[in-house]
Each structure stands twice: as structure tokens, then as C-alpha cells.
């Protein structure tokens, strides 16, 4: 062999062993509740092709410790359950509290293990307090609340049916505690709400939102999205990154970047065909992660309903001015099916891991659930590295399935990466996977 094609294929061989090295081992627990939990897996199997996402039944957080948290609520008592486990996923404690209001909206933890929770509730009428975040002490005793009346300031017509068609979102950064969530006004319309509290105090930090959709909002500004079908909080030195699934003022994937005292700035990804407020954009939403210069994000997206949908990322510079055309990980046809619920997680030194489930085809509309099955195939999981290229192969994961919209939580001890859901009405099953070898 020549030395010139010795070479080459040395150089291709060196290019090929991380997709042959990427290896996965899976752990977890299962334990039985004496309440029901609404589904956080696609049982039915349509719900990932509907129009709007659901708000999360289990959440998953990882403590700074390395020690695990999994919350959920009974929603028929209003009680909420948090379940303290070891890294080794040993349960350590179960704490109980009683909800604020009728509904559990999200929980975060603090370093010093004071608990976060979110409340809301379907308002009677504009003049009541129907929201509420409720700090508690590692003991689980109640020792801070900010309640909130129906229409807080500049929130554009109110809160009438929090969590409406959307998800709710909760996460710390630094002393900031923000919440992000879909909610339905007075007036009918559907949109975003968010605020920011200081969590040592809890005054408010942002200075409320504005209805345009323009790339600079004012100092200290919370994002608004008309039609926001999905949400998700990024917390980033200074502030917080949000995105939503838009589907009118965006239609388009949106992310902006909030930081303390400065100008929020925002930057909307490639826009869905199709008219304004029409809520079908045949997309997914999945997760966001920070990258060494910027972020980058995960997704589905078919574009019209007789297509399959695939799974792409986006990246986006740090200063918010760019967002890249979507780079597909997953190139289905019809007769493979649609890629569903996609996950992103950072695993350290510019590596990600991705997660989603497959689910045969089906042309069902996406603003609309009929009592037909799309039935779920399997999930998969690749490494990416910052811009998307791939780092492993596809690997299948059968019958491992996914929450539907908790997000996947790195344990920096470890290496694992945890999340949690019910395999029944009364049982919940929390998961650690392990990526060695790439």
C-alpha cells in the first residue's frame, strides 16, 4: 500500500472509532404510590403529534450533592410528594406539602436545599390570587410566599387557566428564581407568562413583557409569545435563556436571553409555513444547552402533515444575533415513522447526548386527537458534539421510554444522566443512564 493511502485510511480509522467506542448502560428503581399520576409517557401514542405539549406530571432535579430529587402530585388531594434519593438512588426521605393552590406547576431546589414550588389555580374572576411560589426550609417548613392576583402587572389580559395548552418551567440561576408557563388570559387567548423573583427576598426582579416580537425588548424584560405551545428556561451566568414552540406572534422557534439590568434580546428560528395562530406546525420542541459559544438546541419538525417528522439541532451565537439552519440527526421516511419527544442534555467537554422515541407514521393532524394510536416503536440515543455532527451512532434503547416533557438532568459526580417517569397510574420508575467509552 502506498504510504499517501496508508495514510488516508489511518485518518479514517481515526474518524470512525468514536461512533464504534459509544457504549450505554442503564440503572434504575422502581417503587409503587398510593395515588394516581397522570401519564408523563406516551401511552396513547398520538401525543407527541399534537399541537401543544403537556404540562409535566414527574419532575427529575439533580442536586449539587449528586444526590437525586423526583417530585410529583397527587392531583385529586393537592398534595405534593417529593422523593430525596442517593446518587446510588437509595431513597433517603419522602416529604409531603400541601399545594398553595389546586395545581402543582413546577419545583427547583437552592444549594442550601431550600425547596421551590409553583402553584396556580383556574381563576373565578380577575380580582382573585390564583398563583403562588412558596419557598420551604430542607425540613419542608414553609418560610417564604409571593402570591400573585389573576392579572398581575403587564401581563397582557391576566391569568385565567394557568398551564393551558403549555408546560411550566422553573429554574435558579444564581439568587434569581424564574417560572415560565403557558397560560389561557380572560379574553380567551393563549400566550406565555413569566416572572423572576430574588429567592432570598422575593421581590420581583423583571420589569414584566412586552406583546412585540422583536429582537430587543427593555432592560430586564420577560419575554411574551402568542400562541406559546411549549416552554423551557436555560439558566446561564447572569440570567436565564427562554424558549418557546410559537405559533403566532413568533410561528417559529424563539429564544431569548434575559439578563440582569441589561436588554433582553431574542432571535427566532426558521418560521412554520402555514397562517398565523393556525396551531398545527407539524414541530416538537425538545431541550436547550449552553455550548462554548453560544447554545444550541433540539427538535422534530415535518413541516405538513403528510411528511415524517425528523430530528434536528439548532445553534444559536451567545449574543443572540444568529440562529443556524436546523442540522438533522435523523433523515426517516414514511415507512421508518416520526421522531417524537426529543431530549438534549450537556455531558461536559462540548459533548451532548440526545434522546427521542419513534413512533409509526401517521398523517392524524397535528391540532387534533383522534382515538387512533401512532404506535410507538422504540428510542434512541447519539452523542453530538457543539454544532450537531454526530460522535456515536444511533443507538436503540428498546423500550426504554422517555418522560414527555421533563427534561433530562446531568449528574457532574457520576457522568449519568437521570430522569423519571410512571410505568402505571401508581408507580414511578427513575432512570440513570450511563454513557462510557466515547
Same mark, same amino acid.
Not at 500500500?1 to 459509544?22: G, N, R, W
Not at 400562541?227 to 405559533?247: E, K, R, Y
Not at 395562530?277 to 455550548?291: F, P, Q, V
Given at each position: 500500500?502506498?504510504?499517501?493511502?496508508?495514510?488516508?485510511?489511518?485518518?479514517?480509522?481515526?474518524?470512525?472509532?468514536?461512533?464504534?467506542?459509544?457504549?450505554?448502560?442503564?440503572?434504575?428503581?422502581?417503587?409503587?404510590?398510593?395515588?394516581?399520576?397522570?401519564?408523563?409517557?406516551?401511552?396513547?401514542?398520538?401525543?407527541?403529534?399534537?399541537?401543544?405539549?403537556?404540562?409535566?406530571?414527574?419532575?427529575?432535579?439533580? =442536586?449539587?450533592?449528586?444526590?437525586?430529587?423526583?417530585?410529583?402530585?397527587?392531583?385529586?388531594?393537592?398534595?405534593?410528594?417529593?422523593?430525596?434519593?442517593?446518587?446510588?438512588?437509595?431513597?433517603?426521605?419522602?416529604?409531603?406539602?400541601?399545594?398553595?393552590?389546586?395545581?402543582?406547576?413546577?419545583?427547583?431546589?437552592?444549594?442550601?436545599?431550600?425547596?421551590?414550588?409553583?402553584?396556580?389555580?383556574?381563576?373565578?374572576?380577575?380580582?382573585?390570587?390564583?398563583?403562588?411560589?412558596?419557598?420551604?426550609?430542607?425540613?419542608?417548613?414553609?418560610?417564604? +410566599?409571593? #402570591?400573585?392576583?389573576?392579572?398581575?402587572?403587564?401581563?397582557?389580559?391576566?391569568?385565567?387557566?394557568?398551564?393551558?395548552?403549555?408546560?411550566?418551567?422553573?429554574?435558579?440561576?444564581?439568587?434569581?428564581?424564574?417560572?415560565?408557563?403557558?397560560?389561557?388570559?380572560?379574553?380567551?387567548?393563549?400566550?406565555?407568562?413569566?416572572?423572576?423573583?430574588?429567592?432570598?427576598?422575593?421581590?420581583?426582579?423583571? +420589569?414584566?413583557? *412586552?406583546? =412585540?416580537?422583536?429582537?430587543?425588548?427593555?432592560?430586564?424584560?420577560?419575554?411574551?409569545?402568542?400562541?406559546?405551545?411549549?416552554?423551557?428556561?436555560?439558566?446561564?451566568?447572569?440570567?436565564?435563556?427562554?424558549?418557546?414552540?410559537?405559533?403566532?406572534?413568533?410561528?417559529?422557534?424563539?429564544?431569548? #436571553?434575559?439578563?440582569?439590568?441589561?436588554?433582553?434580546? !431574542?432571535?427566532?428560528?426558521?418560521?412554520?409555513?402555514?397562517?398565523?395562530?393556525?396551531?398545527?406546525?407539524?414541530?416538537?420542541?425538545?431541550?436547550? *444547552?449552553? +455550548?462554548?459559544?453560544?447554545?444550541?438546541?433540539?427538535?422534530?419538525?415535518?413541516?405538513?402533515?403528510? =411528511?415524517?417528522?425528523?430530528?434536528?439541532?439548532?445553534?444559536?451565537?451567545?449574543?443572540?444575533? !444568529?440562529?443556524?439552519?436546523?442540522?438533522?440527526?435523523?433523515?426517516?421516511?414514511?415507512?421508518?415513522?416520526?421522531?417524537?419527544?426529543?431530549?438534549?442534555?450537556?455531558?461536559?467537554?462540548?459533548?451532548?447526548?440526545?434522546?427521542?422515541?419513534?413512533?409509526?407514521?401517521?398523517?392524524?393532524?397535528?391540532?387534533?386527537?383522534?382515538?387512533?394510536?401512532?404506535?410507538?416503536?422504540?428510542?434512541?440515543?447519539?452523542?453530538?458534539?457543539?454544532?450537531?455532527?454526530?460522535?456515536?451512532?444511533?443507538?436503540?434503547?428498546?423500550?426504554?421510554?422517555?418522560?414527555?416533557?421533563?427534561?433530562?438532568?446531568?449528574?457532574?459526580?457520576?457522568?449519568?444522566?437521570?430522569? *423519571?417517569?410512571?410505568?402505571?397510574?401508581?408507580?414511578?420508575?427513575?432512570? *440513570?443512564?450511563?454513557?462510557?467509552?466515547?
Amino acid at each position: 500500500m502506498k504510504k499517501s493511502s496508508l495514510l488516508f485510511a489511518i485518518i479514517m480509522l481515526v474518524a470512525i472509532l468514536p461512533f464504534l467506542q459509544a457504549e450505554s448502560s442503564i440503572t434504575s428503581v422502581r417503587f409503587q404510590v398510593e395515588y394516581n399520576i397522570r401519564n408523563s409517557v406516551d401511552n396513547i401514542g398520538n401525543q407527541y403529534i399534537r399541537a401543544w405539549s403537556q404540562h409535566p406530571s414527574i419532575l427529575t432535579f439533580v =442536586n449539587n450533592d449528586g444526590s437525586v430529587t423526583v417530585c410529583t402530585s397527587n392531583e385529586n388531594e393537592k398534595i405534593t410528594y417529593v422523593y430525596e434519593y442517593s446518587i446510588n438512588l437509595e431513597l433517603r426521605r419522602t416529604l409531603t406539602f400541601e399545594n398553595e393552590f389546586d395545581l402543582l406547576g413546577a419545583f427547583t431546589k437552592d444549594d442550601e436545599g431550600n425547596y421551590y414550588l409553583f402553584f396556580a389555580s383556574r381563576a373565578t374572576s380577575r380580582n382573585v390570587e390564583n398563583m403562588a411560589m412558596v419557598k420551604y426550609n430542607r425540613a419542608g417548613e414553609k418560610i417564604q +410566599t409571593y #402570591k400573585l392576583m389573576a392579572v398581575p402587572q403587564r401581563s397582557f389580559d391576566g391569568v385565567r387557566v394557568p398551564f393551558d395548552a403549555g408546560t411550566c418551567r422553573l429554574e435558579l440561576s444564581g439568587s434569581m428564581l424564574a417560572v415560565y408557563f403557558a397560560r389561557e388570559m380572560f379574553n380567551g387567548h393563549q400566550a406565555s407568562y413569566g416572572f423572576i423573583l430574588d429567592k432570598d427576598t422575593f421581590e420581583r426582579i423583571d +420589569t414584566g413583557a *412586552a406583546t =412585540n416580537a422583536e429582537r430587543t425588548g427593555s432592560i430586564s424584560q420577560m419575554p411574551y409569545v402568542s400562541h406559546s405551545f411549549n416552554q423551557f428556561i436555560l439558566p446561564v451566568n447572569g440570567g436565564f435563556v427562554f424558549a418557546d414552540h410559537g405559533d403566532a406572534y413568533p410561528r417559529s422557534f424563539t429564544f431569548a #436571553k434575559f439578563l440582569r439590568g441589561q436588554n433582553t434580546k !431574542r432571535v427566532h428560528a426558521f418560521r412554520f409555513p402555514g397562517s398565523i395562530g393556525a396551531n398545527a406546525t407539524y414541530a416538537g420542541m425538545g431541550s436547550l *444547552a449552553k +455550548t462554548s459559544g453560544g447554545f444550541i438546541f433540539s427538535g422534530t419538525y415535518g413541516r405538513e402533515r403528510n =411528511n415524517p417528522r425528523n430530528l434536528f439541532v439548532l445553534t444559536i451565537d451567545e449574543e443572540m444575533d !444568529r440562529c443556524s439552519d436546523p442540522v438533522y440527526l435523523t433523515r426517516y421516511t414514511r415507512n421508518d415513522g416520526h421522531a417524537g419527544h426529543p431530549k438534549l442534555v450537556g455531558l461536559g467537554e462540548g459533548r451532548y447526548l440526545v434522546l427521542w422515541e419513534l413512533f409509526n407514521f401517521s398523517t392524524q393532524s397535528a391540532n387534533s386527537i383522534t382515538g387512533t394510536r401512532t404506535e410507538y416503536l422504540s428510542t434512541f440515543m447519539v452523542i453530538i458534539d457543539e454544532q450537531g455532527s454526530l460522535l456515536s451512532d444511533i443507538q436503540e434503547l428498546k423500550d426504554l421510554r422517555l418522560n414527555m416533557n421533563d427534561v433530562l438532568r446531568f449528574n457532574r459526580h457520576n457522568g449519568k444522566v437521570y430522569w *423519571a417517569i410512571n410505568d402505571s397510574v401508581s408507580s414511578i420508575t427513575i432512570y *440513570a443512564l450511563e454513557i462510557t467509552g466515547h
